[in-house]
């Protein structure tokens, strides 16, 4: 089996966690990890997608689970969970963390 690099899972993390984009959620407020979670495990349910030449992946809102694979044929393995899908999320979609006393420097 061919490795997953850490921008891939970034690619698939972007994918499932699109609903961060939807209108309703105020992304430039900032969010801490709980309401992140929440918004997250509450959006997502059970999802995924596959094809040719392109990584196989499932998730479930339920603890954010995502799998992935490079073969359709084989089942997938954990590649994030839980406050991991919510802190890739919070990088790629650049969402602030108002319990974060660090001051950012970008």
Known sequence: MK???QAEIDHIVTRIC???LW???DKDRGHTD???FDYL???LNWGGSCGPNQI???YNGNGLRIWAHTTVE???HLICSGLETVKRARRIYNISDPSNSQISLF
């Open 18 to 20: 699109a609903c961060l």
């Open 3 to 5: 490795s997953i690099s």
């Open 34 to 36: 709980a309401e992140l």
């Open 74 to 76: 084989k089942s997938g």
């Open 23 to 25: 209108d309703g959620f």
């Open 41 to 43: 495990s509450y959006s």
């Open 56 to 58: 196989a992946y499932c």
